[in-house]
């Protein structure tokens, strides 16, 4: 715990000095804890040092470990299949990573039974790698309109991953923002952009949510 605790601290003061960079306030962020093929000791020492949102990239982990911590705030932020679809509306908060409008339909769907409304994030692909999810950037027009019709989904942000070349990574994040302006008047008004490696220069270019595992909980297991 002692581990979490100083590696969270850091992170704090790294996204706190980002902000005062960009002249934003550090409110604004939401920090996002990845906890990807950790074991649910994990997430209950983290919320011991004060983290509350918590990320997971498959189904199956998510309904293994939001239950047994119903006061954290649950995130899906990986690729998912339709038929996991009411999983997701069950135990997550957001859904940040949809891509299809068949996707967006099964989970609109689901929403409808469990009588609640679904916040998500489309994502979009801009660093244009093929082993990616996402769309690639002339598609979100499409997708965004066709969401319209699906009452119980409702448009929050963009999310994407960015390159691993860092040299790359800032003008990724900024044609993320570039979308995502186009679509504030519909309630867009967030974006999932930054991991580990590359956290401080998304929050520069306006992140409004940072999906931080390494960096917090060390090499993954």
């Not at 003061?13 to 074991?39: F, M, N, Q, Y």
């Not at 649950?74 to 949809?98: C, D, P, S, T």
């Not at 609109?108 to 409304?117: F, G, L, S």
């Not at 499409?142 to 963009?158: F, H, K, P, S, V």
Request: net charge neutral; proline share 4%.
């Amino acid at each position: 715990m002692h581990q979490i605790s100083e590696r969270f601290s850091q992170v704090q003061e790294r996204i706190t000095k980002a902000c005062h960079s960009a002249g934003r306030d550090v409110r604004e962020v939401t920090l996002i804890a990845v906890t990807k093929t950790w074991p649910p000791e994990i997430v209950g020492a983290a919320l011991e040092v004060g983290l509350m949102d918590f990320g997971e990239n498959k189904v199956q982990e998510l309904v293994a470990k939001a239950p047994l911590f119903p006061t954290a705030n649950w995130y899906m932020i990986g690729h998912l299949q339709r038929n996991k679809a009411r999983q997701v509306v069950a135990h997550a908060r957001e859904f940040h990573a949809l891509d299809s409008l068949r996707l967006a339909r099964a989970l609109n769907r689901h929403a409808e039974q469990a009588e609640r409304v679904l916040p998500c994030f489309v994502q979009v692909n801009v660093s244009g790698e093929d082993s990616k999810f996402g769309l690639h950037p002339p598609l979100v027009d499409e997708l965004i309109a066709q969401m319209n019709d699906l009452e119980y989904l409702r448009l929050t942000g963009l999310m994407t991953l960015a390159s691993p070349d860092v040299r790359k990574v800032r003008d990724e994040f900024r044609l993320l923002r570039s979308i995502q302006s186009r679509y504030v008047h519909l309630g867009c008004q967030h974006l999932s952009m930054g991991m580990s490696g590359d956290y401080e220069i998304a929050i520069e270019e306006g992140a409004t949510h940072v999906r931080i595992g390494s960096a917090l909980f060390g090499p993954r297991r």
